[in-house]
């Protein structure tokens, strides 16, 4: 029973119909919830006492660094589902994620760096967290460039999931080897502080903010998996006619 | 709102460059994330249609050819 | 096994970007026969040939091999099967010899007596230690053809074969084809020759008629 | 005829090839000698800092050689329809794909890891440091040609092999390059090493054990795409 | 029709080629940046060091992101015969061969010389270096592709390019490196550049001189040979 | 220039590899004359044309075009001279329009319409705009060979033209050789196809006879 709504689950058909059903809702939260968030955080909450209003900035950080990391490892686990049940929609879901992640890991890293200017007073250090993030970017670097590269879609997603397996090994082995790196050597100048006991009044602005965020990945992620579903599949009959109503 | 004045809002108190260059490009990578899917759409929908033609055109040569 | 061996292709369908190249082919290739696949230019030869030698898998349908499908037992299918593409897999920088040397190594081992008489039977004799680079195109062609001699694969799947071959070069090969049928083996090629066989076992499989 | 045997084939045929056109088994020795010299005119004679850098410079210039040498792994091999052929063999692709690895470290690993200890006195690295530098390459330059080869397989069939494929392995030769330095650094300033070479063979264990299977996979991609 | 319209059209056909896969345009870039980390990882991530060395890992990097984008920038033409078709077009050779070194600088050159102030101020080189950093790489990197071309137009026809190409050209570019380096450090240090500007300045007048020749003579003999 | 343009070579010599490929070679091709050079393989034939094409240099001898030798006015000859070789030099990444444009474009601007007219005459209207390495064999051949059909160039030099085309399209591109010679053009080409042409300036050359 459970195998049969998974199967289904993956039919493309099926999944394009139902996120056609989720997405107004889902959409509608996101937004909602990024305004309220970041809105709340830039205007309403008080500075805080050490880092004054450079820290209205934790709304963007925190919720892309966050979602960086998660959407990761959600790709790769995908990846592999779809290699061994070879399943369709899940290669497809691969090569739809890699750029959402490249763009909020790239987000991450541009406010934070900008965020180390008044607060480290340097934009940028050989940091373990920062240089994982780094190389992080670089991965997802490297999913998007294989994808431009390949010709056809099907053959591109693919070879897209085989990288993204490698880099689901990989992300431990590296991750743990940067934190060595660092603590190997002298110890960084300048360590990222710990999650501060915050104040309320701040925490949930930041709460709000990041499930924003996490909804909006969803909602980006849908809509691309949808256009991508369109065009691998243009030639069955159902989106044929789902296009021939549409025109 | 925390600020009394627009100016204060700007400045933030000698902070105001990074916090809105920080949000302006967080606003920009939002709004990047949403327009692509849409163009990629609509992408899709063209190469449909010039594959209509295609199919179209090779069917008048065929014709022209049977005649 | 005791069974000759034949292939059977069922409701093969392919289409390469958006548009149906063939669809619910049918057809059997038994022991003795040659197949060409003919059709003009695009018609889907070449992706018909990959998808049965298991190159590409991008196919609806069924192959099979003395009953069985294909990817029930690849390594089976693929140790009784030679198949040559357009690109003849001919190393520049190694001489004739050597490349047939390793190409039928994969598969058995060779005296040097049986490379050089291959090398004599498509006329490259005197040529067997000149790195390929130096040869002309048909000559490069021929050092790739002069695997078939060295086959013991039963099917042998050949896109274009006779491309650069000389005039004399082509009739020898149609021999070769022809010889090879009637001990039992099985033959798919195409080309834009005009096939110029008299053998009771050659067949034509026409593609792109619809267009 | 034996699998193992197909695999001898491969191999003595890739062996052969390199040691043919002999520029294939010096060219990335010359090019490791060279970036390592790079360094040095980029950054300044100054003995103090060149020993700081040793063994970070000659890792990344053993990782660079590497990699460059990595693209041509099988791109004359498709190119010239000989991927066709080991793929339509009868020896399973996986098999094939680690002879060719094999011999790849063979040509460019190995050499590099017996020329490293050269390089390492020119940046006056203390000769104690020596035994770490040879044992850290020893260990680390397979890995990196098994990583590669991951790489070099799904490129191979695309127009702009080079760079794509690094972008695409240098992320993952991190790992390596940091424990493969850490060694060294702990050998320059007199503490123990067997650690980080514990961990580079747990890496290359688990390399040997996946890489053959991905880079198999990715080969059937580039080739069936 | 004019010569230099069907200069303008070899480039623009590649620089349309670049834009269409645009993975030509933004790899070499992230290539870049990738062998800058590696140096932080591999030497290790004290700021007095890193310091130090930044001037030198920037040149070397862009040197060795230069020098891989630097192999297909003939050897794609080769191979399918355009390249033939370009040396029977009435254009003379060599004002085709700079219409192709232009269209590669401008794909690799100019956007990293564009992307090194970021990497200048990851390695904590100060703001008043920026400029340095920029001027010596705009006056260096056109250099870098014209002494690289003429390596790749001679390699291009051999089996194994990539590699030999290093070799051929790495030596080549080392005045350029010393004399760039030397104008960030200067600046670094708070002395005067413009010596070194200059002198980059002359090398470049130099090489638009003599390459386009040079290029031209070695294409012709890769082809016919 | 008033006088008709002929390509004229004598005691043109050339050894390969220490073996002579061809000796003595003297021969002129005028207006209206299609020339095929002929011979087994490895006779020799790619090497002639490259020499004649001023690729090669490795020769003796004297090629001239109107009557003037080659090497005095090689932008001269080279605006009158569109030479194809074994490979054609299609762009696997750009589109045929795009390939043509370009191709031609070092000779003279086109406009759209020429183009496409072009690839209607070689049967690839609807494929565009799609990327070269998408097309067949046959058609990526055709993708070049359309440059004929926009060539202002006088002297065609062709090396197998007919390879990978189907037999509708060999009989067309016979057809269009004719034409050209007919109107004014020359013609050398080699293939190992047998040229079905009925034209009194049809004329071949043999290579490798010694052999
Ligand atoms: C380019 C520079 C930076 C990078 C790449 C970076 C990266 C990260 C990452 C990966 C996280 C973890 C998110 C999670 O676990 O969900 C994080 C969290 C955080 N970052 Fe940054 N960061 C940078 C700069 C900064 C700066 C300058 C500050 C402020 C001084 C800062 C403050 C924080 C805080 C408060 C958190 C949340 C605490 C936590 O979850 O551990 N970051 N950052
Ligand atoms: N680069 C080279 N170096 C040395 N010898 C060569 C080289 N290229 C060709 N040859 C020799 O020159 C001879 C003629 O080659 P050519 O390519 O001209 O033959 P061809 O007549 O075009 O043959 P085909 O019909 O096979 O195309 C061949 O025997 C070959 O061995
Ligand atoms: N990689 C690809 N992606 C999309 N379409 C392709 C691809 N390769 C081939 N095609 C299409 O498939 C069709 C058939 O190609 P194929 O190579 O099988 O033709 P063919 O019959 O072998 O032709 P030829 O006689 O020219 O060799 C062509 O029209 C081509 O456009
Ligand atoms: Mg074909
Ligand atoms: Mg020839």
């Given at each position: 029973?459970?195998?049969?709504?998974?199967?289904?689950?993956?039919?493309?058909?099926?999944?394009?119909?139902?996120?056609?059903?989720?997405?107004?809702?889902?959409?509608?939260?996101?937004?909602?919830?990024?305004?309220?968030?970041?809105?709340?955080?830039?205007?309403?909450?008080?500075?805080?006492?050490?880092?004054?209003?450079?820290?209205?900035?934790?709304?963007?950080?925190?919720?892309?660094?966050?979602?960086?990391?998660?959407?990761?490892?959600?790709?790769?686990?995908?990846?592999?589902?779809?290699?061994?049940?070879?399943?369709?929609?899940?290669?497809?879901?691969?090569?739809?994620?890699?750029?959402?992640?490249?763009?909020?890991?790239?987000?991450?890293?541009?406010?934070?760096?900008?965020?180390?200017?008044?607060?480290?007073?340097?934009?940028?250090?050989?940091?373990?967290?920062?240089?994982?993030?780094?190389?992080?970017?670089?991965?997802?670097?490297?999913?998007?460039?294989?994808?431009?590269?390949?010709?056809?879609?099907?053959?591109?997603?693919?070879?897209?999931?085989?990288?993204?397996?490698?880099?689901?090994?990989?992300?431990?082995?590296?991750?743990?080897?940067?934190?060595?790196?660092?603590?190997?050597?002298?110890?960084?100048?300048?360590?990222?502080?710990?999650?501060?006991?915050?104040?309320?009044?701040?925490?949930?602005?930041?709460?709000?903010?990041?499930?924003?965020?996490?909804?909006?990945?969803?909602?980006?992620?849908?809509?691309?998996?949808?256009?991508?579903?369109?065009?691998?599949?243009?030639?069955?009959?159902?989106?044929?006619?789902?296009?021939?109503?549409?025109? | 709102?925390?600020?009394?004045?627009?100016?204060?809002?700007?400045?933030?108190?000698?902070?105001?460059?990074?916090?809105?260059?920080?949000?302006?490009?967080?606003?920009?990578?939002?709004?990047?994330?949403?327009?692509?899917?849409?163009?990629?759409?609509?992408?899709?929908?063209?190469?449909?249609?010039?594959?209509?033609?295609?199919?179209?055109?090779?069917?008048?040569?065929?014709?022209?050819?049977?005649? | 096994?005791?069974?000759?061996?034949?292939?059977?292709?069922?409701?093969?369908?392919?289409?390469?970007?958006?548009?149906?190249?063939?669809?619910?082919?049918?057809?059997?290739?038994?022991?003795?026969?040659?197949?060409?696949?003919?059709?003009?230019?695009?018609?889907?030869?070449?992706?018909?040939?990959?998808?049965?030698?298991?190159?590409?898998?991008?196919?609806?349908?069924?192959?099979?091999?003395?009953?069985?499908?294909?990817?029930?037992?690849?390594?089976?299918?693929?140790s009784s099967l030679l198949y040559m593409g357009h690109q003849p897999g001919v190393k520049s920088t190694m001489t004739p010899e050597e490349n047939l040397q390793w190409a039928m190594g994969l598969h058995r081992s060779l005296t040097r007596e049986e490379i050089w008489g291959a090398l004599e039977k498509v006329k490259l004799r005197g040529y067997e230690d000149v790195p390929c680079y130096q040869l002309s195109a048909g000559q490069n062609r021929r050092v790739a053809l002069a695997r078939l001699f060295l086959a013991k694969q039963k099917l042998w799947i050949l896109d274009e074969p006779f491309t650069a071959i000389d005039k004399l070069g082509v009739a020898e090969l149609e021999q070769t084809l022809v010889d090879h049928a009637s001990s039992g083996g099985l033959v798919m090629m195409t080309t834009h020759h005009e096939m110029n066989v008299d053998y009771s076992g050659f067949r034509q499989l026409v593609l792109g008629e619809k267009? | 005829?034996?699998?193992?045997?197909?695999?001898?084939?491969?191999?003595?045929?890739?062996?052969?090839?390199?040691?043919?056109?002999?520029?294939?088994?010096?060219?990335?020795?010359?090019?490791?000698?060279?970036?390592?010299?790079?360094?040095?005119?980029?950054?300044?004679?100054?003995?103090?800092?060149?020993?700081?850098?040793?063994?970070?410079?000659?890792?990344?210039?053993?990782?660079?050689?590497?990699?460059?040498?990595?693209?041509?792994?099988?791109?004359?091999?498709?190119?010239?329809?000989?991927?066709?052929?080991?793929?339509?063999?009868?020896?399973?692709?996986?098999?094939?794909?680690?002879?060719?690895?094999?011999?790849?470290?063979?040509?460019?690993?190995?050499?590099?890891?017996?020329?490293?200890?050269?390089?390492?006195?020119?940046?006056?690295?203390?000769?104690?440091?020596?035994?770490?530098?040879?044992?850290?390459?020893?260990?680390?330059?397979?890995?990196?040609?098994?990583?590669?080869?991951?790489?070099?397989?799904?490129?191979?069939?695309?127009?702009?092999?080079?760079?794509?494929?690094?972008?695409?392995?240098?992320?993952?030769?991190?790992?390596?390059?940091?424990?493969?330095?850490?060694?060294?650094?702990?050998?320059?300033?007199?503490?123990?090493?067997?650690?980080?070479?514990?961990?580079?063979?747990?890496?290359?264990?688990?390399?040997?054990?996946?890489?053959?299977?991905?880079?198999?996979?990715?080969?059937?991609?580039?080739?069936?795409?």
């Open positions: 029973m459970k195998w049969t709504f998974f199967h289904r689950m993956s039919s493309p058909k099926w999944f394009y119909d139902f996120s056609g059903k989720c997405l107004p809702w889902v959409g509608v939260l996101a937004l909602g919830c990024i305004a309220t968030g970041l809105t709340w955080g830039l205007l309403f909450t008080p500075p805080d006492y050490l880092q004054g209003n450079s820290y209205r900035i934790i709304f963007l950080h925190v919720p892309s660094a966050s979602l960086a990391m998660t959407v990761y490892v959600g790709l790769a686990i995908t990846a592999g589902i779809g290699y061994i049940w070879k399943i369709k929609l899940a290669d497809m879901a691969v090569s739809c994620l890699a750029p959402i992640g490249a763009s909020f890991c790239a987000l991450a890293l541009i406010t934070g760096s900008i965020w180390g200017k008044p607060t480290w007073g340097t934009w940028w250090v050989w940091d373990a967290r920062l240089t994982s993030m780094l190389i992080l970017l670089f991965l997802y670097l490297g999913l998007v460039a294989l994808r431009e590269a390949f010709d056809s879609k099907e053959t591109a997603s693919r070879a897209c999931a085989i990288l993204a397996m490698v880099g689901l090994v990989n992300i431990p082995i590296i991750k743990f080897s940067v934190d060595w790196w660092n603590t190997l050597h002298q110890g960084a100048t300048i360590k990222m502080t710990e999650r501060p006991s915050m104040a309320l009044e701040m925490l949930v602005p930041l709460l709000v903010s990041i499930a924003g965020f996490y909804l909006f990945c969803l909602f980006v992620f849908l809509l691309r998996l949808r256009a991508e579903i369109i065009s691998r599949e243009q030639r069955t009959s159902w989106v044929r006619s789902l296009l021939g109503a549409k025109s | 709102m925390y600020f009394d004045s627009i100016y204060e809002l700007l400045t933030m108190g000698g902070h105001g460059p990074y916090v809105w260059a920080a949000y302006g490009i967080g606003l920009s990578v939002l709004v990047w994330n949403l327009f692509t899917p849409i163009f990629q759409g609509r992408k899709t929908a063209d190469a449909i249609r010039r594959n209509a033609r295609r199919e179209q055109l090779r069917h008048e040569q065929l014709q022209r050819e049977g005649r | 096994m005791s069974q000759l061996p034949f292939l059977s292709v069922s409701g093969l369908t392919c289409e390469r970007d958006e548009r149906i190249l063939f669809e619910s082919l049918d057809f059997t290739l038994s022991v003795g026969e040659i197949l060409q696949v003919s059709g003009p230019n695009g018609a889907g030869k070449t992706t018909l040939m990959r998808v049965i030698a298991g190159l590409s898998l991008d196919f609806r349908g069924q192959i099979n091999w003395c009953n069985q499908p294909v990817e029930d037992d690849r390594p089976g299918f693929q267009q | 005829m034996s699998v193992s045997q197909g695999v001898m084939v491969v191999l003595r045929r890739d062996l052969h090839l390199a040691f043919r056109n002999r520029g294939d088994l010096i060219n990335p020795l010359i090019f490791f000698m060279l970036v390592a010299t790079l360094f040095p005119l980029g950054v300044g004679p100054d003995p103090d800092t060149l020993l700081v850098m040793g063994g970070g410079v000659i890792w990344v210039s053993a990782l660079l050689a590497n990699l460059l040498a990595m693209d041509s792994l099988f791109r004359s091999d498709f190119e010239d329809g000989s991927l066709e052929q080991l793929m339509l063999g009868p020896q399973p692709l996986w098999m094939i794909a680690m002879a060719k690895v094999i011999s790849h470290w063979l040509v460019t690993g190995l050499p590099l890891t017996l020329l490293s200890p050269v390089l390492a006195i020119m940046f006056g690295l203390p000769v104690t440091a020596l035994p770490a530098i040879v044992a850290t390459l020893l260990l680390g330059t397979p890995l990196l040609s098994l990583i590669g080869a991951i790489g070099a397989g799904l490129t191979v069939g695309l127009r702009k092999g080079g760079i794509l494929l690094s972008l695409l392995t240098l992320p993952l030769y991190i790992p390596v390059l940091i424990i493969g330095t850490g060694g060294i650094d702990a050998a320059v300033s007199e503490m123990v090493w067997s650690g980080h070479l514990m961990w580079q063979g747990v890496l290359l264990v688990l390399g040997v054990t996946f890489a053959p299977l991905a880079i198999s996979a990715s080969l059937r991609v580039s080739i069936s795409g």
